[in-house]
């Protein structure tokens, strides 16, 4: 999307990104680990707006646990019936052939996130993503009518979905995921994200996310030049520099308030899916009380 969207008063998707493979409770022991737990925060944020829930899965111990997706997928489907979309991501560690064995357990998320370039984790280790184990993710993805969010963290990776849309592998238009101050990627700063969101394929829906302290400022100045905010306790723990965030409904209500002086209303669930390119439920939209 582009500023002129914004001026046109396009609606704006909410996401809520409640935990990932980065941080753990030792930094910030609000951080839900449990399934139950980010159902719950999902659903308090789908009170707030949030239309989509970006999961990871975690073990009993709290850590990382690619295999604990469906668990944690069916709890807030559960919870949050229709009102919420679901989006699969797991760490850059998992094979893309792994990540398809996850979602074929079940239940099918609606859109699942796909690296399209290396990344870097932890101080010694990094992962290599090849064309290859891209293109297959992507076709797999495509006939499982799941949609795949390409995570972009620099120009290259854009080169990369480019790639894609000339071989026709992807719908046009794409679902992006713009990624700011994450390890080995693109810097946060405000020039970034024009940079990234100008160079963008001119029709995506560019979901943007940013890290730390730049969530509030980098997602807000998305959100103005046309973008979709992702919020949530993977990217940031703190709502101020002494301040741990207690629950990511804290993050997505920061978000919803930018909409009530702007001229962008909260997409409602059928309208999230109808800009995510995905097909119609017959089904009411929110039931979930604010």
């Known amino acids: 999307?582009?500023?002129?969207?914004?001026?046109?008063?396009?609606?704006?998707?909410?996401?809520?990104?409640?935990?990932?493979?980065?941080?753990?409770?030792?930094?910030?022991?609000?951080?839900?680990?449990?399934?139950?737990?980010?159902?719950?925060?999902?659903?308090?944020?789908?009170?707030?707006?949030?239309?989509?829930?970006?999961?990871?899965?975690?073990?009993?111990?709290?850590?990382?646990?690619?295999?604990?997706?469906?668990?944690?997928g069916s709890a807030v489907r559960d919870l949050c019936q229709d009102d919420v979309l679901v989006e699969y991501a797991v760490e850059p560690a998992c094979s893309a052939g792994d990540f398809l064995t996850i979602i074929d357990e079940g239940p099918a998320p609606d859109l699942a996130s796909v690296r399209v370039g290396p990344a870097q984790y932890g101080y010694r280790d990094g992962s290599e993503t090849s064309?290859?184990?891209?293109?297959?993710?992507?076709?797999?993805?495509?006939?499982?009518?799941?949609?795949?969010?390409?995570?972009?963290?620099?120009?290259?990776?854009?080169?990369?979905?480019?790639?894609?849309?000339?071989?026709?592998?992807?719908?046009?238009?794409?679902?992006l995921t713009l990624l700011f101050g994450a390890g080995g990627g693109t810097v946060a700063t405000p020039m970034t994200v024009i940079s990234l969101l100008d160079a963008a394929p001119e029709?995506?829906?560019?979901?943007?996310?940013?890290?730390?302290?730049?969530?509030?400022?980098?997602?807000?100045?998305?959100?103005?030049?046309?973008?979709?905010?992702?919020?949530?306790?993977?990217?940031?723990?703190?709502?101020?520099?002494?301040?741990?965030?207690?629950?990511?409904?804290?993050?997505?209500?920061?978000?919803a308030e930018r909409t009530r002086y702007s001229l962008r209303d909260v997409a409602t669930p059928s309208a999230a899916r109808q800009l995510l390119g995905l097909p119609s439920l017959e089904t009411g939209d929110n039931d979930i009380e604010a």
């Open 203 to 255: 029709r995506a829906t560019c979901l943007v996310r940013a890290t730390g302290p730049n969530q509030y400022p980098l997602t807000a100045m998305a959100f103005f030049l046309g973008a979709h905010p992702v919020v949530g306790m993977e990217d940031n723990l703190f709502v101020a520099p002494e301040t741990p965030v207690e629950r990511n409904a804290q993050l997505v209500r920061q978000a």
């Open 1 to 72: 999307m582009t500023y002129d969207d914004y001026i046109r008063g396009h609606e704006t998707i909410l996401g809520v990104a409640p935990t990932g493979y980065r941080y753990s409770t030792d930094v910030n022991d609000s951080l839900p680990v449990t399934p139950e737990d980010v159902a719950e925060q999902v659903y308090e944020s789908a009170s707030f707006g949030a239309t989509l829930a970006h999961l990871h899965g975690r073990g009993a111990d709290g850590n990382p646990s690619p295999s604990r997706l469906p668990a944690f």
């Open 131 to 175: 064309r290859r184990d891209v293109d297959r993710l992507v076709e797999e993805l495509v006939k499982r009518d799941i949609r795949p969010n390409l995570l972009v963290t620099n120009g290259r990776d854009l080169q990369e979905v480019f790639r894609l849309l000339e071989q026709s592998a992807l719908d046009d238009p794409p679902v």
